[in-house]
C-alpha cells in the first residue's frame, strides 16, 4: 500500500496526500528557487521531519518511563549549500525541554533523539547541530 500520494499544482507546487489519513501537505517552492514561499519547501519537510522525528522517538521514550514531554518546544534552521548542488547542508535544530528532567532522563532522551529513523537515514554529509535546552 502507498504511504503518500501527490499531484503537481502547476507553478512550484506540490499537493502530498498521507493515503492512510487523507491529510494534505502543500510545499511550494522557496522564494530563492523561483517559489512563492508560501508553503513548506520540499527541504523545510526534511529539516523539520529530523526535528518531528527526534520528538516522536523522544516521547515514545518518555512515555515508557512515565515522563512528560508535554509543551516541549523545537525549532529548525536549514541551510542550504552556496555551492552546486543545491542540497541541504546543515540542519540546526534546538530543543526546549522540562528543567524538571533528571540528569538520567535528559542524557536517555538525548541518546534517543540523536538516534532518530530520520537522523540515521540522512547523508551523512548533512550536518546535524542538535541543542537540547532544559528551562
Not at 496526500?17 to 502543500?26: L, M, P
Not at 522517538?57 to 508535554?70: C, D, F, P, Q, Y
Amino acid at each position: 500500500m502507498n504511504t503518500a500520494t501527490a499531484r503537481y499544482a502547476g507553478q512550484l507546487r506540490t499537493e502530498a496526500t498521507h493515503v492512510a489519513s487523507g491529510n494534505v501537505i502543500q510545499t511550494d517552492a522557496p522564494t530563492d528557487n523561483h517559489g512563492r514561499g508560501e508553503a513548506f519547501s520540499p527541504t523545510d519537510l526534511v529539516s523539520t521531519a529530523l526535528g518531528s522525528c527526534m520528538m516522536t522517538v523522544m516521547g515514545i521514550v518518555a512515555a515508557r518511563h512515565e515522563l512528560s514531554l508535554v509543551d516541549s518546544t523545537f525549532a529548525v534552521v536549514k541551510h542550504m549549500s552556496s555551492e552546486a548542488p543545491r542540497r541541504i547542508a546543515q540542519i540546526d535544530i534546538t530543543f526546549s525541554l522540562s528543567a524538571a528532567l533528571s540528569a538520567n532522563d535528559r542524557a536517555l532522551l538525548e541518546r534517543t533523539a540523536l538516534t532518530c529513523p530520520v537522523a540515521l537515514s540522512l547523508h551523512p554529509d548533512i550536518r546535524q547541530n542538535v541543542v537540547f535546552l532544559y528551562a
